[in-house]
Protein backbone atom coordinates (compact mmCIF):
# COMPACT_ATOMS: atom_id res chain seq x y z
CA UNK A 1 0.00 0.00 0.00
CA UNK A 2 3.02 2.19 1.12
CA UNK A 3 4.26 1.96 -2.58
CA UNK A 4 1.24 2.12 -4.41
CA UNK A 5 0.45 5.67 -2.71
CA UNK A 6 4.40 6.60 -3.44
CA UNK A 7 4.04 5.79 -7.04
CA UNK A 8 0.55 7.33 -7.29
CA UNK A 9 2.49 11.20 -5.99
CA UNK A 10 5.42 10.33 -8.06
CA UNK A 11 3.18 9.79 -11.36
CA UNK A 12 1.32 13.08 -10.33
CA UNK A 13 3.93 15.54 -9.45
CA UNK A 14 5.57 14.33 -13.20
CA UNK A 15 1.79 15.15 -14.46
CA UNK A 16 1.82 18.07 -12.76
CA UNK A 17 5.23 19.72 -13.40
CA UNK A 18 4.81 18.86 -17.62
CA UNK A 19 1.61 20.75 -17.20
CA UNK A 20 3.33 23.81 -15.22
CA UNK A 21 6.55 23.83 -17.38
CA UNK A 22 4.46 24.11 -20.86
CA UNK A 23 6.51 27.11 -22.52
CA UNK A 24 4.51 30.17 -22.34
CA UNK A 25 5.58 31.16 -25.58
CA UNK A 26 3.54 28.59 -27.51
CA UNK A 27 0.23 30.25 -28.13
CA UNK A 28 -2.79 28.83 -29.90
CA UNK A 29 -3.02 29.59 -33.70
CA UNK A 30 -5.38 32.11 -34.69
CA UNK A 31 -8.60 30.84 -36.24
CA UNK A 32 -9.98 32.08 -39.38
CA UNK A 33 -13.23 32.12 -40.40
CA UNK A 34 -13.77 34.84 -43.45
CA UNK A 35 -11.98 36.52 -45.57
CA UNK A 36 -11.60 39.55 -43.76
CA UNK A 37 -9.64 37.68 -40.93
CA UNK A 38 -7.48 36.01 -43.84
CA UNK A 39 -6.36 39.74 -45.01
CA UNK A 40 -5.89 40.39 -41.45
CA UNK A 41 -3.12 37.66 -41.77
CA UNK A 42 -0.92 40.55 -43.80
CA UNK A 43 -0.58 42.40 -40.28
CA UNK A 44 0.78 39.43 -38.61
CA UNK A 45 2.97 37.16 -40.96
CA UNK A 46 5.16 35.60 -38.41
CA UNK A 47 1.90 33.87 -36.13
CA UNK A 48 0.38 30.55 -37.02
CA UNK A 49 -3.37 30.76 -38.43
CA UNK A 50 -5.88 27.81 -38.96
CA UNK A 51 -9.51 27.88 -41.14
CA UNK A 52 -12.42 26.71 -39.02
CA UNK A 53 -14.40 26.31 -42.44
CA UNK A 54 -14.60 26.50 -45.90
CA UNK A 55 -14.40 30.68 -47.09
CA UNK A 56 -16.11 31.66 -49.90
CA UNK A 57 -14.09 34.92 -50.98
CA UNK A 58 -16.90 35.75 -53.40
CA UNK A 59 -19.79 36.11 -51.63
CA UNK A 60 -21.15 39.64 -52.27
CA UNK A 61 -24.07 38.62 -49.34
CA UNK A 62 -21.24 38.89 -46.61
CA UNK A 63 -19.19 41.34 -48.07
CA UNK A 64 -16.64 38.84 -48.70
CA UNK A 65 -16.69 39.21 -52.08
CA UNK A 66 -12.84 40.26 -53.19
CA UNK A 67 -13.04 40.95 -56.61
CA UNK A 68 -14.37 44.73 -55.29
CA UNK A 69 -11.62 45.20 -52.84
CA UNK A 70 -9.04 47.45 -53.16
CA UNK A 71 -10.23 49.14 -56.34
CA UNK A 72 -11.22 45.74 -58.16
CA UNK A 73 -7.16 44.59 -57.34
CA UNK A 74 -8.65 42.22 -54.79
CA UNK A 75 -6.99 40.38 -51.95
CA UNK A 76 -3.61 42.00 -50.81
CA UNK A 77 -0.77 39.03 -50.83
CA UNK A 78 0.28 38.83 -47.17
CA UNK A 79 3.70 38.34 -47.64
CA UNK A 80 6.14 40.27 -49.62
CA UNK A 81 10.09 39.51 -50.94
CA UNK A 82 10.76 42.79 -48.28
CA UNK A 83 8.15 41.41 -46.01
CA UNK A 84 7.52 37.63 -46.00
CA UNK A 85 4.89 35.55 -44.32
CA UNK A 86 6.91 33.24 -41.97
CA UNK A 87 4.03 31.85 -40.27
CA UNK A 88 2.41 29.27 -40.89
CA UNK A 89 -1.52 28.67 -41.75
CA UNK A 90 -3.35 25.16 -40.94
CA UNK A 91 -6.22 24.33 -43.78
CA UNK A 92 -7.74 21.75 -41.37
CA UNK A 93 -9.23 19.95 -44.77
CA UNK A 94 -11.07 23.51 -45.61
CA UNK A 95 -11.34 25.42 -48.61
CA UNK A 96 -10.60 28.80 -49.79
CA UNK A 97 -12.98 29.65 -53.01
CA UNK A 98 -13.12 32.35 -55.55
CA UNK A 99 -10.02 34.65 -53.82
CA UNK A 100 -9.09 37.77 -56.36
CA UNK A 101 -5.79 38.60 -56.25
CA UNK A 102 -5.03 40.85 -59.30
CA UNK A 103 -1.24 42.39 -59.99
CA UNK A 104 0.46 43.38 -62.36
CA UNK A 105 2.77 41.58 -63.20
CA UNK A 106 6.60 42.44 -62.67
Same mark, same amino acid.
Given at each position: MKYK????LVLSLIITT? %? %? #? #???? *??? *?VSIHTCTELQAMFDNPSAAYS? +?? +? @??? !?DA *? #? !?? +?TSTWNAG *? !?? %??VGSSTNRFTGS?? !?NHHTIQNL #? @????AV
Amino acid at each position: MKYKLALSLVLSLIITTS %V %V #T #TPKS *ASA *AVSIHTCTELQAMFDNPSAAYSL +DN +D @INC !GDA *A #T !GN +DTSTWNAG *A !GF %VPVGSSTNRFTGSLN !GNHHTIQNL #T @IMRPAV
